[in-house]
């Protein structure tokens, strides 16, 4: 490939409409932790992008209501309980996934937990089982989805990582270091399956609102709060990751691999902003 003319992603991109834009029709992506607040959004907007979804999650009953939810929209979806921790399970669910679907060729390891916790009063089995969700977790699903993308002749895998892979989150024992792993997790994919055509990226969120964060916005003042540390000056949303994640999904990105993608309203540049610097204070130069 020597010209940009001759890339099979560069034909169509004036006329195309943004689902055809991104080209995702029929293709198959397999997405852990469907159930929860960001899977969700995930799942519908791979599905309204014309994707094939199968959705993984322990928990089966919410993926099968996604999945008819889905399915009355005029996509397609399939459910299939999955705990992405055991090595067994993970191969169940990769091998009904291809049944069901055909080969993956897009992987989204969103599956993940989180407990507060201190370092120095953490129990070594709540560090472990953490642990094998979040990071473990990913590299089974890696494993066993990766390859059918090299049967198949490529994908993508994106993993849905934190800021706090990044930046350390004290009392949430091993939450940061799980992170931490995966960022590094997503590199080695990229330079071990790059050769098979197969990319890996991290989506990194920052400040999310979902369901399992709403109770912190209930009081307006950690929302006034956490709203004002943010550049952008919103709290993020679901949708927020859906997008990137998208995007990476698609050969729109056939040439990013091994990156991490901060989806954060700006937070992870911030950290000055947070320190008194008289003369220098946003309250001194404003317009």
């Known amino acids: 490939m020597t010209t940009a003319s001759t890339s099979p992603t560069s034909t169509t991109a004036s006329s195309a409409s943004p689902r055809d834009w991104l080209d995702l029709g029929g293709r198959v992506c397999a997405l852990t932790g469907a159930a929860g607040g960001i899977g969700r959004d995930i799942a519908l907007s791979l599905a309204s992008a014309g994707a094939h979804v199968a959705l993984l999650d322990r ?21 299939i309980a999955c705990d992405v921790s055991d090595a067994d399970s993970v191969g169940r669910a990769a091998a ?49 989805f990766g390859r059918q993308m090299i049967a198949a002749g490529g994908g993508s895998m994106i993993h849905v990582s934190s800021i706090s892979g990044t930046l350390p989150q004290p009392y949430s024992g ?62 993020g949303a679901p949708q927020d990751i859906a997008d990137a994640v998208l995007f990476l999904a698609s050969e729109r990105a056939l040439y990013i691999s091994g990156q991490e993608f901060m989806v954060d309203g700006g937070v992870s540049n911030a950290l000055l902003t947070l320190i008194p610097r008289p003369g220098f204070d946003r309250k001194d130069h404003a317009h």
């Open 59 to 79: 928990d089966e009953a919410p993926c099968r209501a996604l999945a008819d939810e889905i399915g009355r929209a005029g996509g397609r979806a399939v459910a």
């Open 96 to 144: 009904s996934s291809a049944e069901q679907l055909g080969p993956c060729r897009v992987l989204i390891n969103n599956a993940a937990t989180l407990y507060a916790g201190a370092l120095l009063d953490i129990d070594i089995a709540q560090w472990n089982r953490l642990l094998s969700i979040n990071l473990n977790g990913y590299l089974l699903c890696g494993q066993a």
């Open 174 to 235: 091993a939450y940061s270091v799980s992170k931490a792993g995966v960022n590094m997790l997503s590199k080695l994919f990229s330079l071990e399956l790059g050769e098979h055509g197969v990319r890996s990226n991290v989506v990194a969120p920052a400040i999310i609102r979902t369901p399992l964060s709403e109770a912190f916005y209930r009081d307006p003042e950690i929302l006034r709060r956490r709203t004002e540390i943010v550049p952008t000056r919103r709290i």
